[in-house]
């Protein structure tokens, strides 16, 4: 039988012995010689031309020529895209948002409203993402809301009560409704304290989804900075200057609006702020004259439910998200992780290091029951200087720690679960990631980031049995025998 009939990126196992064959010819060819992801590919046969054309054909022009200002560090050289891939999954998501900027105080109002909206037919649904800017508001401690003197415009595009609602309760409209209150100047609520500083300060207030799952974490940072960056893009109508920008982050401060425990991703919220992370209550406690400052520009980011992965599916585009790839290197750089991703070594260098087969060891939810057997048998397959096979539970593990973990990975492998978003920081275009699903599941969120980072991607499902319990709380097996005729 040949390579090209047994391997197949997204290959749905009707065996659960694909799993060992998967396993094994990954690692005899990466092992044999140091192919390139698109060689891999292309002996299995896959569908490679799209990848291949995306991520070298010739960029074009870029779309900063057309801005009134340029786009944000990071975003000049990605390679182009057309149609449904450029509108979610590159810098012209960000133009989108900017386009969709709506004003919502009328003039003469001591408080400034603004929000950047996608478009109504963005969405299958017709639901609108948002994000707000408040500027000139007053912190009211003793009723813990933010008091805007702005008499609502009657014409606003997209009128307030047109926010989506998203999961977990989060996003503008939640923080609205929790902790702003909207009065005309001329109400007795609105006391802007006139002798206060007008230094130019940001604070991004976030309602978070929750402290643990990476892959929602992950998310919802991606899109505070994407609000960060199409403000870097908009200009202030009363200034003529960016809303925001890269000098700005010394005077960003992070407000944690929910009472969820901090969580082992929180130090990330940090990409866009060098202050020290602070509670609503602390910042409160510690830093009232933060709060009462008349230029601070209160930003309410958007939620992680609008990002794009969501709602749409790149995998069945064969998009590359741009978007998140800038992301990955930006947590390489605030890590300061290097970001070389060489792997061949020129002719007089020393051998290349040993393959590293990276195996997520879950031990709360969806355990690969004989994981340890399984591994064991792949070791003894392969020469120690060959492959390294090592079992990482992630869970116990700093997030810098982490990532450099996947850097150091070339296969990883794992049950279905946020800690597969790793991938992420593979480095690109070489290894493979090999997903292993619960039977009655098919996602394809994580082949979208192999698919986006050049990695070949396989999946099998476990058909070993029937499950009792739903897939979410389910352990997994496959058969060891199906290891005999290696």
């Not at 950047?116 to 813990?144: K, L, R, V």
């Not at 749409?312 to 070389?340: A, G, M």
């Not at 087969?357 to 399984?374: H, P, S």
């Amino acid at each position: 039988m040949s390579l090209n009939k047994v391997l197949r990126p997204g290959l749905r196992a009707r065996n659960v012995v694909i799993f060992a064959l998967l396993i094994s010819t990954t690692l005899v060819l990466l092992s044999s010689r140091r192919v390139s992801t698109f060689v891999l590919l292309e002996s299995l046969g896959s569908n490679t031309e799209t990848l291949s054309s995306i991520l070298s054909s010739t960029p074009p022009p870029s779309h900063s020529s057309s801005l009134p200002i340029p786009l944000p560090s990071g975003y000049q050289n990605a390679p182009g895209q057309e149609g449904y891939c450029e509108q979610r999954y590159t810098t012209r998501y960000l133009e989108t948002l900017r386009e969709g900027e709506v004003s919502y105080c009328s003039p003469g109002s001591p408080s400034q409203l603004t929000c950047f909206h996608t478009p109504s037919d963005f969405h299958d649904d017709g639901h609108i993402d948002s994000f707000c800017i408040a500027q000139g508001s007053a912190f009211n401690a003793a009723t813990n809301r933010f008091e805007l003197g702005c008499s609502l415009r009657p014409d606003a595009e997209v009128p307030l009560s047109k926010l989506h609602p998203y999961w977990y309760r989060t996003g503008p409209w939640y923080l609205f409704h929790s902790h702003f209150s909207i009065a005309g100047p001329e109400s007795p609520a609105w006391h802007p304290d006139a002798e206060a500083s007008a230094k130019r300060t940001f604070s991004i207030l976030v309602k978070r989804e929750g402290p643990g799952n990476i892959f929602h974490v992950f998310h919802e940072i991606m899109s505070m900075t994407y609000t960060m960056d199409v403000l870097q893009m908009s200009r202030d109508p009363q200034t003529g200057k960016p809303r925001f920008s890269q000098e700005d982050i010394a005077n960003t401060q992070v407000v944690i609006m929910d009472s969820f425990e901090d969580g082992g991703f929180i130090e990330l919220w940090r990409l866009m702020s060098d202050r020290p992370i602070k509670r609503l209550s602390e910042l409160v406690a510690e830093d009232p004259e933060w709060l009462t400052n008349n230029g601070n520009t209160i930003i309410l980011p958007l939620a992680g439910g609008s990002n794009p992965v969501w709602h749409q599916t790149p995998e069945d585009h064969n998009c590359i998200n741009q978007l998140r790839e800038v992301f990955s290197k930006r947590v390489l750089d605030f890590y300061q992780i290097p970001q070389d991703e060489s792997m061949v070594p020129t002719q007089g260098e020393p051998a290349p290091r040993p393959l590293t087969l990276t195996f997520i060891n879950r031990t709360a939810t969806r355990q690969l029951n004989n994981a340890d057997g399984l591994l064991d048998e792949i070791r003894s397959r392969f020469r120690l200087e060959d492959v390294h096979v090592q079992s990482v539970n992630f869970a116990r593990l700093p997030l810098r720690d982490q990532i450099q973990v996947a850097r150091a990975t070339d296969i990883l492998v794992g049950v279905h679960g946020a800690g597969l978003m790793h991938a992420l920081f593979m480095a690109a275009r070489r290894g493979a990631v090999v997903e292993i699903f619960p039977a009655t599941l098919d996602f394809n969120a994580l082949r979208a980031i192999a698919l986006e980072r050049g990695l070949a991607y396989y999946s099998t499902h476990d058909t070993t049995r029937e499950y009792v319990r739903p897939w979410q709380e389910e352990s997994l097996d496959v058969d060891e025998g199906c290891l005999g005729g290696w």
